[in-house]
């Protein structure tokens, strides 16, 4: 190992104490990079590693609200503007109770190389609030998100900081926020937040993106060892956007989706998800998982243990729930079921020993997140183009372009991984491919 980066590592865990989830995206990287520098040791010139862990700006505010009871809340808002060097800040906003800072630079850093991925003029950021909106009325819902607004306004616009949806933020809380900033700041900017409704700037293709960008590239994986997904068995962990368009374009390609989950159980359904049915209960009625069980028939099963989803023998396991779900036991469990491939729809699902795990197994591949989960991103990144241009691009026109994006970052990572010896690590290739581009733009633009 390369003792610089070493040396790197551990002085920037020491700088950002009790913060496990950015360290493990921090290590991950950053391991990658030793036989970067080993042939480019001007990566070391100016600190420039140092100065890529260190977000640009952090931002966290409080968000009082009155919900409709009438009592007071206060929640933290969080905006961490990692990496400007190849655009404005761009990614998404999350809000459920587990937010943090030491999350949100964790996404904001992953968010950083694979918008570098997805080839498009995009810098890298996250936020979001501790704010937990399940079971919450439109009516609070509303409330929160204009709070959230009257601060986050001001660090934000369509040349500076684009936010978008993540967990718990989809398009009703983009367009009360979208009517927030609208009011404050007397514009109709569409371009300032992505993932808005179709008929005030949206794009058609930006709610499926992600999902399907993650199968685009689990096909592309197949594809190199000579196979498809017509007739794989696929197990599925959540049952938000990702998770649902994942299991749509996965049957689209004749494979049988077997299992969904969400926080509170995850199902098995032997004969293949109906997919109608997933949807009406999770994106109508926002319900729960165990809903479906009840409404399908009796050959489902409902487990309370949403973990449980990779306990069944697959081909291909799509982790598109949410951080460290899949732990190094349930990757062993997959592993002896005969699993061969697994790409993470989810940013960071893998723990650090699942990940290690499945790079070292034969006869596997593994998809990271920032290049697998790219297309969420990227069709954003299309979306403000058609808002600059104020356009409005057909689905299969989009879609076509979502698609040659994810091939393109398929071919950059096993590319980038071949040049150093690991063809089949996709790990590295996305690393150092993600990286580089940004290292390079930082070194160009100065001591930035
Ligand atoms: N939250 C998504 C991600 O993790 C999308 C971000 C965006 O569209 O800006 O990449």
Request: charged share 25%.
């Amino acid at each position: 190992m390369h003792a610089t980066i070493e040396t790197l590592k551990n002085d920037v865990l020491a700088r950002n104490a009790g913060e496990p989830e950015f360290h493990q995206a921090v290590v991950e990287v950053l391991d990658s990079l030793a036989p970067v520098l080993e042939t480019h040791p001007e990566y070391l010139d100016q600190d420039v590693i140092r100065r890529l862990c260190e977000p640009e700006r952090q931002v966290i505010f409080r968000v009082p609200w009155i919900d409709s009871k009438g009592n007071v809340n206060i929640n933290r808002g969080y905006r961490v503007e990692f990496n400007s060097a190849l655009g404005p800040y761009k990614g998404g906003l999350r809000f459920h109770p587990t937010v943090n800072l030491g999350i949100v630079k964790f996404l904001g850093f992953e968010q950083t190389f694979k918008n570098s991925l997805t080839g498009l003029p995009i810098g890298g950021g996250k936020g979001g609030s501790d704010f937990d909106p399940h079971g919450r009325s439109d009516r609070d819902i509303m409330a929160f998100c204009q709070s959230f607004m009257t601060e986050l306004y001001r660090h934000i616009g369509e040349y500076t900081d684009v936010p978008a949806g993540d967990i718990g933020v989809g398009t009703r809380e983009i367009g009360y926020m979208f009517g927030q900033y609208k009011r404050i700041t007397n514009r109709f900017e569409s371009g300032v937040l992505t993932g808005k409704g179709l008929s005030w700037g949206g794009s058609l293709v930006r709610p499926e993106a992600t999902g399907y960008g993650t199968i685009f590239f689990a096909r592309e994986m197949l594809a190199t060892q000579g196979e498809d997904f017509d007739g794989k068995r696929v197990s599925v962990s959540g049952s938000g956007n990702v998770a649902i368009y994942a299991i749509e374009k996965a049957q689209e390609l004749g494979a049988v989706v077997v299992t969904a989950s969400d926080s509170k159980g995850s199902i098995y359904d032997p004969d293949g998800i109906d997919l109608d049915l997933l949807k009406q209960i999770k994106l109508k009625e926002r319900g729960r998982i165990s809903e479906y069980a009840d409404r399908r028939s009796n050959r489902v099963e409902f487990h309370e243990n949403r973990n449980d989803v990779w306990q069944v023998p697959v081909d291909v396991a799509l982790p598109c729930a949410t951080q460290n779900e899949l732990d190094v036991h349930a990757a062993q469990t997959l592993i002896n079921n005969g699993l061969r491939v697994v790409a993470e729809g989810a940013n960071m699902p893998l723990t650090a020993d699942a990940a290690s795990l499945m790079r070292e197994t034969e006869g596997v591949l593994f998809g990271p997140a920032k290049a697998v989960n790219a297309g969420g991103v990227a069709t954003s990144a299309l979306e403000m183009q058609q808002n600059a241009s104020r356009d409005r691009w057909t689905f299969d026109y989009t879609e076509t372009r979502l698609e040659e994006i994810m091939v393109d970052v398929h071919e950059t990572c096993r590319a980038t991984a071949q040049e150093y010896g690991a063809p089949s690590d996709y790990v590295l290739g996305a690393n150092i491919a993600g990286v580089t581009k940004v290292v390079d733009a930082m070194i160009a633009q100065g001591l930035v």
